[in-house]
């Protein structure tokens, strides 16, 4: 759906259910998502920052729906810059997951993906590479090396280490995630697509 039909559902469900319900939130949600991938994100942090506050009050911090919304502003607020802002949210989101789902749970997982790229771009680079070498060896042992979300944080490595120098681990390390979705999805997967290149991008540039 466009974003002008899920304006018309937002509006619908606040005058039939009101502001505050779960239905109306997670249009609101839906709303700013579609926002989001139109640049609007003014408009998106707005919605974005009703539905915490709306879902905080209804179930609580730590329910899961909750800390989908706050995972989703945090990324928002990181955008516009406010990265310390984005860091204290995304560490409430890790802290949640934790008591949810364990510390090898999927979900606890990818949200300390999210936290450790915006460590690395607040500057904290060794505290990010660190966070992401644990992530991709506990994503690696519980769900497969060539799992979606193992390959997504090789990449996001592949990414710092190429940012900060470290040229040569960081082309292997992404010839090994363009390699991997190609056996798993296929080349002419799109993220099959993105990861090759990636890798000539980095080929073009020239390794150390």
Same mark, same amino acid.
């Given at each position: 759906?466009?974003?002008?039909?899920?304006?018309?559902?937002?509006?619908?469900?606040?005058?039939?259910?009101?502001?505050?319900?779960?239905?109306?939130?997670?249009? @609101?949600?839906?709303?700013?998502?579609?926002?989001?991938?139109?640049?609007?994100?003014?408009?998106?942090?707005?919605?974005?920052?009703?539905?915490?506050?709306?879902?905080?009050?209804?179930?609580?911090?730590?329910?899961?729906?909750?800390?989908?919304?706050?995972?989703? +502003?945090?990324?928002?607020?990181?955008?516009?810059?406010?990265?310390?802002?984005?860091?204290? +949210?995304?560490?409430?989101?890790?802290?949640?997951?934790?008591?949810?789902?364990?510390?090898?749970?999927?979900?606890?997982?990818?949200?300390?993906? /999210?936290?450790?790229?915006?460590?690395?771009?607040?500057?904290?680079?060794?505290?990010?590479?660190?966070?992401?070498?644990?992530?991709?060896?506990?994503?690696?042992?519980?769900?497969?090396?060539?799992?979606?979300?193992?390959?997504?944080? @090789?990449? /996001?490595?592949?990414?710092?280490?190429?940012?900060?120098?470290?040229?040569?681990?960081?082309?292997? +390390?992404?010839?090994?995630?363009?390699?991997?979705?190609?056996?798993?999805?296929?080349?002419?997967?799109?993220?099959?697509?993105?990861?090759?290149?990636?890798?000539?991008? @980095?080929?073009?540039?020239?390794?150390?």
């Amino acid at each position: 759906m466009n974003v002008e039909q899920l304006e018309a559902i937002v509006a619908q469900r606040c005058q039939a259910l009101g502001d505050a319900h779960p239905e109306t939130l997670t249009a @609101m949600l839906d709303l700013a998502e579609a926002l989001w991938a139109e640049g609007r994100l003014s408009r998106a942090r707005q919605l974005e920052e009703a539905v915490v506050a709306g879902r905080r009050a209804l179930l609580g911090d730590a329910h899961p729906e909750t800390l989908k919304a706050i995972g989703k +502003l945090a990324t928002t607020i990181g955008q516009y810059g406010g990265l310390a802002e984005a860091r204290r +949210l995304q560490e409430e989101v890790v802290a949640g997951r934790r008591a949810l789902y364990g510390d090898e749970g999927r979900d606890t997982l990818r949200a300390i993906n /999210n936290l450790a790229g915006t460590l690395a771009a607040l500057g904290d680079v060794e505290a990010a590479r660190a966070m992401l070498d644990e992530t991709i060896a506990t994503l690696a042992r519980v769900f497969g090396e060539e799992d979606g979300d193992t390959l997504t944080a @090789m990449g /996001n490595l592949a990414a710092l280490l190429w940012q900060y120098g470290e040229r040569d681990e960081a082309y292997w +390390l992404q010839d090994q995630v363009a390699s991997s979705l190609h056996r798993v999805r296929g080349a002419d997967d799109a993220s099959t697509r993105s990861a090759r290149a990636v890798l000539d991008s @980095m080929l073009r540039e020239g390794l150390s």
